[in-house]
């Protein structure tokens, strides 16, 4: 048996999309819902995988520090990216492929959980994306993959 934790992140992002054939090559902005699905080997022992509380210092500490009220934006969109350099104060994020909510989750999945949790003991195998209320894309991989197994 294995027992798994969830816990939500909320945040604003702007973004496009290039290449999209309809309104989502334009800038604009989601509020997003970041779920993080994290699992352990067993318990502490009060019964916790991790407290909940560490998990939102954590996850939502770097939401918060690199993609909340910023735009995220795709590091070959230099067009975007010559306009948003001009804004005072700058807030944009770069990442290496287009910032659709299935390559957000895997960024976070695939770079910034293994950063953040590999000292806190725990693994983070799967995360979704709500760009809206009926839209969600998830990144998830097997823990055993994860640990090398
Ligand atoms: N598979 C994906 N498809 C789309 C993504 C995505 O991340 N993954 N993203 C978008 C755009 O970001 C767009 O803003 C959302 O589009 P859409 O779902 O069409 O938007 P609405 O639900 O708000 O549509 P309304 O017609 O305005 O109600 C597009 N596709």
Known sequence: MSLS????VKFCAGHRLV??????????????VAEFYVT???????????DFS????TLKGWI???????????????????????????????????PTSENLARYLLDEVCPKLLQPLGVICDRVVIWESDESCAAACREVGAKRGK
């Open 5 to 8: 934790i969830m816990r939500r």
């Open 54 to 57: 560490v998990l939102k210092t």
């Open 64 to 98: 918060d520090e690199h993609w909340d009220h910023g735009f995220v934006v795709y590091e070959k969109d230099d067009n975007a990216i010559d306009l948003l350099e001009q804004a005072i104060p700058r807030r944009f994020y770069t990442l290496p492929y287009n």
């Open 40 to 50: 352990g080997d067993g318990v502490d022992s009060v019964g916790r995988v991790i």
């Open 19 to 32: 290449g999209h054939e309809g309104k989502c090559a334009h800038l604009h902005g989601h509020n997003y």
